[in-house]
């Protein structure tokens, strides 16, 4: 039985959310959008039941020179929460431009443009999960998590 894992990408009004195991893919997840932080809470208890989580992936906030950010304290603080109320390892995996690069990836014709789009749009969740699913998938890549390896773990000649 492989691993299932749930990455988490933590807000103070919205928790991104993605799924992906052992064999390496990432997907993103409907995220915790209700409006009190219990109600978030209960629906991440959700997903790591449905889903039979065995490890949670969060995003953890650095500045680019590599120290801790403003939101550090509260992911630490979130991370304490999930620890003792899962009891399930969790690993901080650095979220760098993981929700730039999942905004980058999401196209507006639907949403419209300008300031009033974007903000409704950012408000569905879509874009933080997005983004727990950039965090997932760096964390399954730099595990080795679905790679076939180098060819030279292989025996056979790889050259041309």
Do not use: C, W
């Not at 997903?47 to 590599?66: C, F, Q, S, T, W």
């Amino acid at each position: 039985m492989g691993k299932n894992f749930l990455a988490i990408d933590y807000g103070e009004r919205r928790i991104g959310l993605a799924s992906g195991d052992d064999l390496g893919f990432a997907s993103p997840l409907p995220a915790a959008v209700e409006p009190t932080p219990a109600e978030r809470l209960e629906h991440v208890a959700r997903e790591i039941k449905a889903r039979r989580i065995h490890e949670l992936v969060v995003g953890y906030p650095l500045n680019m020179d590599g120290t801790e950010g403003p939101m550090t304290d509260k992911v630490n603080a979130f991370i304490a929460i999930l620890e003792q109320r899962f009891g399930l390892p969790v690993h901080r995996v650095d979220e760098g431009l993981s929700s730039s690069e999942a905004e980058s990836g999401i196209s507006t014709k639907k949403k419209g443009h300008g300031a009033k789009a974007r903000k409704a749009h950012r408000a569905t969740g879509e874009i933080d999960s997005r983004a727990a699913a950039v965090i997932l998938q760096d964390f399954l890549n730099a595990q080795g998590y679905g790679s076939l390896g180098s060819p030279d773990e292989f025996p056979g000649d790889f050259e041309d």
